[in-house]
């Protein structure tokens, strides 16, 4: 039972007045177009948010807000008959701010038609004449590998005739071709009876429902049964077709066939694009798989499209699995159903295989965007970078500064460029800083800034059009500082990236910028900050190796710094100095000092 709210003249009076129950509501403009629906556990809670939150709202969702001028609500007895109302109204009303499902195609099915002695058909168009639908099958090579294996295992007629037992007795049909070359058993000319042709159309709906064992158990039993009575040419059709049904089943199968009976999803999604993977599983096959694409409008997290998409395919395959396997927690409860996020075994290898096809179905609408567009995959990674970090300029080339060092001792820094939003490495650099003293990394990153970009000034070489800093507000103060010192505020753009929470600074604001977890700009500033962050600890774990070195070394009496750093430019490293002879120790640092070396022995 529900009830629907009555049309009010203030958005603020109707959400005072809405009810703290499960139920979807609808947001109107002022000319009554529908602007969105949504669901909710608690009506009164969710619309709130709306109104009462909108700082952390993104741009499409304030701009949706602004319109709003009427809310209309429908409680329903709970949060599973919300989602399934939200799920049918969607796509029937196709509100204007909802994520919009992408799926035009129209899928094959497997139909055992209602009428005597059934046949068995292909077919796009699902009729509800009391026939049985199995699929829909992705794949069109798939279904009909499935047919023709039903139709060496089991004849079937193919013709349209009516076979009435009053028709079949006054002989109105002749037996066709199929009867001849096995495909048929002549039930037209009632050369099989209808028991027996039941039979075998009940073993065609167990292997069409991914039940091959029950069907295996069968034939294993006639074909004993056969051998035992010395029926060898039964005995040997029985075991082609269970040899048959066998290989078929072991071609399908992906995990143990204790997992009887699954539904599997998963989603990749950007902020603009949510791909949902659905693969069935019964007795550890995979007997349907599906990908759906939704476009979204707002900020829509993967769990709503998650919950979304489960229910619409769910509903289009007709599934009634309890088991429902998922990447991570839905909030979603509902009685007859079981949500698992499994993290190790053969579900997870299932949700991993599901994981897989979502993503390469992500990258494949990406490359067909692109290559419509006529757009180079950096290109776009760079004008969504550009956007994101509210940029005056694209960002072709760009450069990364990060510091190291260990409780102070041999500080250093590195930098690494990218051009094209690929790492350019010829052009990195490692730096040791010299003006510092102990763990300052607000005046290491002054400085290296400083040496960078003051050279590049004075050599007239090109400026990168955006700078990253490894680190917060602190780092990035201490950049700019250098920045202006040099008179390049206005031709280099810089930002930082904070380590612990992958928040963006931009100069001048105290507050961090807001980026999409998921978007391709915060990915690739991470990459570039990774890759800094790898290159400086390369050189600070080198630097370190050659100080421990060269320590070693001045060990020996007599010998200094200068000649320990002589050796090891020479030799390499300390096994090579212990493995050289006199004679070629002596071309380096002379006979007196050889000998000492080789007497120490290292």
């Known amino acids: 039972m529900s009830e629907t709210s009555p049309t009010s003249t203030s958005v603020k009076e109707q959400i005072r007045h809405l009810p703290p129950k499960p139920g979807i509501y609808k947001y109107y403009d002022s000319q009554n177009r529908l602007l969105y629906i949504g669901k909710a556990k608690n009506l009164k809670k969710r619309v709130s948010t709306y109104f009462t939150s909108k700082r952390g709202h993104s741009g499409r969702t304030k701009v949706m807000v602004d319109k709003i001028r009427n809310v209309e609500y429908t409680i329903v007895n709970n949060e599973f008959d919300a989602l399934l109302l939200e799920n049918s109204l969607i796509k029937k009303l196709q509100p204007r701010y909802n994520v919009n499902l992408r799926d035009d195609k129209t899928y094959p099915f497997l139909c055992i038609k209602n009428e005597r002695f059934p046949r068995i058909i292909?077919?796009?168009?699902?009729?509800?004449?009391?026939?049985?639908?199995?699929?829909?099958?992705?794949s069109v090579s798939r279904m009909n590998i499935t047919l023709d294996l039903i139709r060496k295992l089991f004849p079937l007629r193919s013709c349209n005739y009516a076979l009435t037992d009053a028709n079949i007795e006054a002989g109105k049909f002749k037996v066709c071709l199929d009867y001849h070359i096995k495909l048929c058993k002549g039930p037209c000319e009632g050369l099989q009876t209808e028991e027996d042709y039941n039979t075998n159309i009940g073993h065609i709906r167990e292997i069409l429902k991914g039940n091959s064992q029950a069907v295996i158990r069968h034939l294993r039993t006639m074909m004993e049964k056969a051998a035992a009575e010395m029926r060898f040419e039964d005995a040997q059709r029985y075991k082609f077709k269970l040899e048959k049904l066998v290989d078929f089943q072991n071609k399908s199968l992906v995990a143990n066939t204790r997992i009887h009976n699954v539904d599997i999803f998963s989603i990749h999604s950007d902020d603009k694009l949510a791909v949902v993977n659905f693969l069935k599983v019964v007795n550890g096959t995979v007997i349907q798989t599906d990908t759906l694409e939704y476009r979204k409008k707002l900020e829509e997290e993967d769990r709503d499209i998650l919950l979304l998409a489960i229910t619409e395919i769910r509903e289009k395959y007709n599934s009634t699995s309890r088991e429902i396997i998922v990447p991570f927690p839905l909030r979603f409860q509902y009685q007859d159903l079981k949500f698992t996020v499994p993290k190790a075994g053969d579900k997870k290898h299932l949700l991993d295989l599901s994981k897989k096809n979502a993503f390469f179905f992500f990258k494949e609408k990406m490359k067909q965007k692109?290559?419509?567009?006529?757009?180079?995959?950096?290109?776009?990674?760079?004008?969504?970078?550009k956007e994101d970090l509210r940029l005056e300029r694209t960002p072709y080339h760009m450069e990364c500064f990060d510091n190291s060092n260990m409780q102070g001792s041999e500080p250093v820094a590195s930098m690494v460029c990218f051009r094209n939003a690929r790492p350019s490495k010829k052009d990195y650099r490692h730096y040791n800083i010299r003006s510092v003293e102990g763990p300052d990394?607000?005046?290491?990153?002054?400085?290296?800034?400083?040496?960078?970009?003051?050279?590049?000034?004075?050599?007239?070489?090109?400026l990168p059009q955006l700078v990253i800093i490894d680190g917060g507000k602190g780092q990035l103060s201490a950049a700019m500082k250098s920045i202006r010192a040099?008179?390049?505020?206005?031709?280099?753009?810089?930002?930082?990236?904070?380590?612990?929470?992958?928040?963006?600074?931009k100069p001048g604001d105290p507050l961090p910028m807001m980026i999409d977890k998921k978007s391709e700009s915060l990915r690739t500033m991470q990459?570039?900050?990774?890759?800094?962050?790898?290159?400086?600890?390369?050189?600070h774990r080198g630097r370190r190796i050659k100080k421990n070195l060269i320590s070693g070394l001045e060990n020996i009496p007599g010998v200094g710094k200068a000649t320990a750093q002589k050796l090891l430019s020479h030799f390499k490293s300390i096994k090579k100095i212990k493995e050289a002879n006199l004679e070629d120790l002596q071309k380096v640092v002379g006979k007196k000092m050889a000998a000492r070396i080789k007497e120490a022995a290292l």
Not at 370 to 385: S, T
């Open 122 to 138: 292909s077919t796009r168009l699902v009729v509800k004449d009391g026939s049985d639908y199995f699929g829909p099958y992705a």
């Open 370 to 385: 692109e290559e419509n567009q006529g757009i180079k995959p950096y290109e776009r990674v760079l004008a969504r970078i």
């Open 441 to 462: 990394d607000y005046a290491s990153m002054s400085e290296v800034v400083m040496r960078r970009y003051r050279r590049l000034k004075e050599e007239e070489q090109p």
């Open 486 to 505: 040099l008179e390049l505020q206005d031709k280099i753009e810089i930002r930082a990236i904070a380590k612990k929470l992958e928040e963006i600074y």
């Open 527 to 539: 990459h570039i900050r990774n890759e800094a962050h790898r290159f400086a600890i390369t050189h």
